[in-house]
């Protein structure tokens, strides 16, 4: 008897499950106007709690939020499901899955929609630091030793071009003796005293295929040069509790 009743329930999670894929297909064909508005105002406040705009969740919402769904809904039945991992959710629901024994996830739509928030939003935090690396990368070349040659003779005029560069070339090689005889961890200043081009580090020494050496500001320069941005929280399970809570509050 109790076999039939775990039967029956297996049966009514598939079916429930069944149901929830269908519904993510036939909304995801309809145009935004008609759709489903169920969780709107909760992700849309998960939207805004990371610092998100209404564009931006709107956006979503008409171009990607039911793709975001079905992957949520397939993360959550593979790890149901290890021995019998799909690679997309409409397959789930295949004839002969019937079956198998399976496991389903139990969800409803607006918590669904809600993880699918949080996969956006971790898509958009992603793709914004990868493109902060790229423009820091652009904007800073850590300069060589010509382009620090050119520097010094910008500020002593007096000297030749040759005589800057003969005299930093033999500071280079002193100031790498002393490092590796003190066993010094790179980056270390170029000068020790003076005023000179205090603001220059030396950041790697001519090694193997290294043919130079290559020189960088100060860390703690570059940092208050840089445009500071607020810290943005980490889109991960227990910040998704957390906003739903929030959002629950709010709407």
């Known amino acids: 008897m109790n076999e039939g009743k775990q039967n029956k329930s297996d049966a009514e999670a598939r079916q429930s499950f069944t149901k929830l894929i269908e ?5 995801m064909i309809k145009q935004p106007a008609n759709r489903n508005l ?3 105002y909760t992700t849309k406040n998960i939207f805004l709690g990371y610092g998100r705009t209404e564009k931006e969740h709107k956006f ?4 990607g939020m039911h793709a975001d769904m079905q992957t949520a809904l397939l993360d959550q ?4 499901n290890p021995d019998a991992p799909l690679k997309h959710i409409k397959n789930a629901v295949a004839p002969d899955n019937a079956y198998q024994h399976l496991s389903y996830p139990d969800i409803s739509w607006e918590d669904l929609e809600c993880h699918a928030a949080m996969i956006r939003i971790d898509k ?5 630091a990868q493109q902060e690396k790229q423009d820091k990368d652009a904007e800073y070349q850590p300069p060589t030793l010509e382009q620090v040659v ?6 002593d005029a007096s000297r030749d071009h040759a005589l800057c560069r003969s005299t930093i070339l033999k500071l280079c090689k002193r100031r790498q003796e002393q490092i590796e005889v003190r066993s010094l961890s790179l980056p270390q200043p170029l000068y020790t005293s003076g005023k000179k081009l205090r603001d220059i580090e030396i950041i790697e020494f001519p090694a193997g295929n290294k043919p130079e050496y290559r020189f960088r500001k100060p860390k703690e320069q570059r940092n208050r040069e840089r445009v500071n941005r607020p810290p943005v929280p980490r889109a991960d399970s227990k910040c998704v509790i957390g906003m739903l809570a929030g959002a629950a509050s709010m709407g």
């Open 23 to 27: 519904l993510i297909a036939s909304e």
């Open 38 to 40: 169920e969780g709107f």
């Open 60 to 63: 979503w919402r008409d171009r």
């Open 77 to 80: 039945y593979n790890n149901l």
């Open 124 to 128: 958009l935090l992603l793709a914004e």
């Open 150 to 155: 050119d520097l010094d003779h910008v500020l």
